[in-house]
């Protein structure tokens, strides 16, 4: 993670502050930054969205590709995670310095994507053990400003929601070989149900308390941190997987607190995220785009 | 207990240029190769170079003229030190006889041991063991205020504490906004009325601490750090509303000094303090201020 320099003095203070539940910029310990939402910004991408979260800059394109699917699962679509850590963010990740970090958003990513209750890989079949759709998700990390990992995975939803399948009109079987055709018309697509794609949600520890979405001085101030990855199913939130960061040592007890604040957070972000992308996709209509962008 | 979470759509994004737009008259604003005078009888300042006998910009900003030394003064640069200025710094590497010091300037600026004040003001030399205390006093990280004494012919700033009120800082927290927003004066220490003291760097750095009662004659020159001290409910309320003000007035382009700041702080007052973090709310406290800043200029 990109590294803060911070004094003793600072430290104590931020403690503090998470101990009387009032920190440096006047949240409590479940309060997020506001958000800046937009999708459909990039138009040769078949989905897109870019997330601000304070600081923390985050913009994920979605491709689509016609695959062969996995001979152990063949009824299910393939799904693959790409982080770029842009020295755009900060300059130690230039050349091979942000691998390290990008790899562990991958792994984050698969990880809760892995379940086929958190994400419905059947949708994207189209043949089973024939064809199938293969979504890239590029992520692309612009800045950096704390708790990465919820910001990349509301964008990655978001972009979800944004994408866009061709609708396969025909196909056509000659000799074993398989053709499909796609329909011509841009807005004869399918789009891909998002309400149990998951959320992961970053609970740090700081002290003797848990708190969400904390900045860049917070995570400094942490000894480990937990990502929630949570799933909504029928209006519930189920977990799909956790990890821990940070070289420190976390209590049974405190772990049980992360996991109940990382649900509940979780649930509140869902609601609000899927909220906020059908106001979009309202307003903004379907046909003429009003991108705004990184203009403004 | 709830959970405050707002996603913004980029369609309701606030439009920053609006504000500059309320200002009266706006500078000429040179771009960089553009004519400022024919060379003759002008002498060339920073921000300039001379070409086919013209004084032409080289950076982006507003042309400034003393005389007949031409320069030109750039929005957004980084910290270029003079003598005199008072900084807020951090301290990034423990060298032999000195710190190096990071003071958002082109190069680390530097804090040599022999220009740090003992502990209680004593005067001696200073020795080997003092050399081998270096690190208790300030370590990798730790804050201090301090003002430039010296620029080196590099560019690097030589940095001293003058008196037992620089030195090292204790609890509070640290802004970072552009040098060019900090306005030049020469009171750079506020206990502001609400009830935080604000050093106001000239390099960018704002530090934002609890007004200390005892104020004893001269400081104590951060040697006695209050780590066991418990900072009150109602003085973190204060730094934190004071902090998302300044943040306010930085991204609304105003000048930060005094005036600005406690009348960005009362503007808040109708407001949560994590409400401060909106960027309604954050338009709205830049333009009530500068209304108001406009007004007392009147």
């Known amino acids: 993670m990109a590294y803060v320099a911070l004094s003793e003095a600072e430290k104590t203070y931020i403690l503090h502050g998470v101990e009387d539940d009032f920190r440096c910029d006047g949240r409590s310990r479940r309060d997020y930054r506001p958000m800046d939402l937009e999708t459909g910004l990039v ?14 800059d985050i913009l994920v394109g979605v491709k689509t590709e016609i695959d062969v699917p996995n ?62 759709w293969k979504l890239y998700i590029d992520i692309l990390i612009l800045e950096c400003g704390g708790n990465l990992h919820d910001a990349v995975s509301l964008a990655a939803k978001a972009a979800l929601f944004n994408t866009k399948l061709p609708r396969v009109t025909a196909t056509m079987l000659d000799a074993g070989i398989t053709d499909l055709i796609i329909s011509d018309n841009p807005y004869d697509c399918t789009r891909i149900g998002i309400e149990t794609v998951p959320l992961l949600v970053t609970v740090c520890k700081i002290g003797d308390y848990v708190l969400v979405d904390p900045s860049a001085e917070e995570e400094v101030c942490s000894t480990v941190s937990m990502v929630v990855s949570v799933s909504m199913r029928n209006g ?44 979009e996709q309202q307003r903004v209509g379907l046909k003429r785009p009003q991108i705004v962008g990184f203009l403004k | 207990m709830s959970t405050n979470a707002a996603i913004d759509l980029a369609l309701d994004r606030v439009d920053w240029r609006d504000l500059a737009a309320q200002t009266e008259e706006q500078p000429r604003v040179y ?6 005078m024919p060379e003759a009888g002008f002498m060339r300042g920073h921000g300039t170079f001379v070409e086919d006998e013209n004084i032409k910009s080289s950076v982006a900003g507003v042309i400034q003229k003393v005389n007949k030394l031409i320069s030109v003064r750039p929005l957004k640069s980084r910290y270029v030190g003079e003598i005199g200025d008072v900084v807020v710094a ?45 690190r208790r006093y300030l370590d990798e990280g730790d804050l201090i205020s301090a003002e430039v004494q010296n620029i ?9 504490t003058r008196s037992l009120k620089y030195g090292k800082l204790s609890q509070g927290i640290l802004v970072k906004v552009f040098p060019a927003l900090v306005k030049r004066r020469k009171m750079h220490f506020h206990n502001l009325p609400c009830g935080a003291s604000v050093i106001l760097g000239n390099n960018g750095y704002i530090w934002i601490s609890p007004t200390k009662g ?11 750090q209050n780590l066991n001290e418990h900072v009150p409910r109602a003085d973190r309320e204060v730094i934190a509303r004071l902090r998302n003000s300044i943040l306010a007035l930085a991204k609304c ?28 709310a954050i338009y709205d406290i830049g333009q009530q201020t500068q209304a108001r800043l406009r007004d007392a200029d009147e």
């Open chain 2, 214 to 224: 005892q104020e004893e004659e001269g400081g104590e020159g951060g040697f006695a």
């Open chain 1, 71 to 132: 001979p152990l699962t063949p009824e299910f679509g393939k799904l693959e995670f790409f982080v770029d850590c842009s020295a755009n963010a900060t300059p130690e990740f230039e050349g091979r310095g942000g691998s390290d970090l990008a790899q562990e958003l991958i792994l984050s990513l698969q990880n809760a994507y892995e379940s086929p209750l958190a994400f419905n890989y059947r949708t994207l079949c189209l043949i089973p053990g024939q064809q199938c």
């Open chain 1, 236 to 279: 519930q939130a189920f977990l799909s997987g956790t990890h821990l960061t940070g070289g420190g040592a976390m209590h049974r007890d405190t772990m049980r607190n992360c996991l109940e604040l990382g649900l509940a957070i979780g649930e509140h972000l869902d609601r609000l995220l899927t909220k906020m992308l059908n106001l």
């Open chain 1, 43 to 56: 138009s040769n991408a078949s989905g897109s969205a870019r997330l601000r979260l304070a600081n923390t």
């Open chain 2, 152 to 160: 080196f012919e590099e560019g690097s700033l030589s940095l001293y």
């Open chain 2, 31 to 36: 771009t960089p190769g553009e004519v400022l």
């Open chain 2, 90 to 134: 951090r301290v990034s590497e423990v060298q032999q006889k000195r710190w190096r010091v990071d003071t958002n300037s082109r190069l680390d600026s530097i804090l040599l041991l022999s220009s740090v004040n003992l502990p209680g003001g004593e005067l001696r030399r200073r020795s080997a063991e003092d050399e081998q205390m270096m």
């Open chain 2, 253 to 280: 382009k105003l000048m930060i000094y005094d005036t600005s700041i406690q009348y960005a702080y009362e503007e808040s007052l109708r407001y949560e303090a994590h409400e401060l973090l909106q960027q309604n």
